[in-house]
């Protein structure tokens, strides 16, 4: 039985909270716990790289440069659940209150922003 090919996808989630969105407070390790427990379920693991990387950018709504630090995952992901790892990091949008999360593809970059929400 072939097994579907899988492409290696790279993630950057940063440690402290958005300032615009949030507080710029340290995620906490119940919301690291999260992210661990839900790659395991959806992707079966993932490999966190050591230490963490440094980086910076433009902000898209107030044009000011922010610069962050980030713990970088790499996960193996068969191209049909491309869109489970992409709803997932949807959901890290707003678990660790960030506007959009840098994601690798096989080297294509995207920015994976929170869901929209409908009003009411």
């Excluded at 790659?39 to 910076?56: D, I, K, S």
């Excluded at 970088?72 to 049909?80: G, I, L, M």
């Amino acid at each position: 039985m072939a097994r579907e090919p899988v492409l290696e996808c790279t993630f950057l989630i940063p440690v402290r909270r958005d300032a615009e969105l949030s507080d710029r407070a340290r995620n906490s390790p119940a919301t690291w716990s999260w992210l661990k427990t839900a790659l395991y379920e959806r992707f079966g693991g993932a490999t966190r790289a050591p230490g963490l990387y440094e980086g910076f950018y433009r902000d898209p709504d107030t044009g000011q440069r922010v610069s962050d630090e980030s713990r970088e995952y790499t996960v193996a992901v068969p191209q049909s659940c491309l869109k489970q790892l992409r709803s997932l990091l949807s959901e890290a949008c707003e678990v660790f209150a960030q506007k959009c999360i840098y994601l690798s593809v096989a080297g294509q970059v995207e920015f994976i922003e929170a869901k929209k929400h409908e009003p009411g």
